[in-house]
């Protein structure tokens, strides 16, 4: 018996950088009433409030949600408001490597862009994210700027040489996300499993990257049941079915 649902956020529940939908708002909060739900997105805490939770009903469902920002490096959980529960921050120093790396590996890579929205290289404390078309760029432009994913993995074999100490993945439409190193969603999975007291077996993660390189992948290397989607819609019909099969066999949240 499934007892936690886990999400990836931009390209899953969401389009990069957009908020919940309407009908994917009401599926993850008929989902609470069935199941305990997690998400865990390379996107900060601002990103989480303004994309999820300013989306959902504030009712007593949300104690059965579980957020991890930042590739699960913070964790927040609701009692009778949002209780940050730990947060595992860069140095200053390893911010500095960090960011010198991305420059660098972007330069050399040749894919440094005319025309950027906002800031391309972004410090979310625990994780630095690059976004080639910067942080406000249109979801139009992102799709068409590398949607094979090929550029962001010459990108990412460059960084890897440059910093190897550290973890580089792919994820959203034009991001690279790097955090210490065995930081990524498998430990998000790993904290969810100590704190919420759910063997992997008995969770499902659901994400649009579950590719080799891709920011998902690790949840399955986790050894977590994954469904890979291929967007929001899709996203819609897995939780769809899944809340018909726990209602089904009548379960309910521990």
């Known amino acids: 018996m499934k007892k936690l649902i886990v999400f990836d956020l931009d390209g899953t529940l969401a389009e990069s950088k957009a908020a919940l939908g309407a009908e994917m708002s009401t599926l993850l909060h008929d989902?609470?009433?069935?199941?305990?739900?997690a998400v865990i997105s390379g996107g900060g805490w601002p990103q989480f409030e303004k994309q999820v939770l300013a989306n959902l009903p504030h009712d007593e469902r949300l104690s059965n949600l579980s957020l991890l920002p930042v590739c699960g490096t913070k964790f927040f959980r609701y009692e009778t408001d949002w209780k940050e529960l730990y947060s595992e921050d860069f140095t200053a120093q390893e911010k500095q490597l960090i960011i010198g790396a991305l420059k660098k590996a972007v330069a050399q890579g040749g894919f440094t862009v005319e025309k950027v929205w906002g800031e391309t290289i972004e410090d979310r404390g625990s994780q630095i994210t690059y976004s080639a078309l910067g942080q406000q760029a249109p979801l139009d432009e992102k799709q068409k700027w590398d949607p094979d994913f090929a550029k962001r993995k010459k990108i990412k074999a460059i960084v890897d040489l440059l910093i190897p100490a550290f973890s580089v993945r792919l994820g959203g439409a034009t991001s690279i996300d790097i955090t210490k190193p065995g930081i990524d969603k498998a430990y998000g999975i790993g904290k969810l499993r100590d704190i919420l007291?759910?063997?992997?077996?008995?969770?499902?993660?659901?994400?649009?990257?579950?590719?080799?390189?891709?920011?998902?992948?690790?949840?399955?290397q986790a050894g977590v049941v994954s469904i890979s989607v291929k967007g929001p819609h899709e996203t819609e019909r897995v939780t769809e079915a899944i809340i018909a099969c726990l209602s089904d066999r009548g379960q309910e949240p521990n």
Do not use: Q, R
């Open 31 to 37: 989902l609470l009433s069935v199941v305990k739900v």
């Open 197 to 220: 007291g759910i063997p992997v077996t008995e969770m499902i993660y659901v994400g649009d990257a579950l590719f080799p390189g891709g920011n998902d992948y690790p949840a399955e």
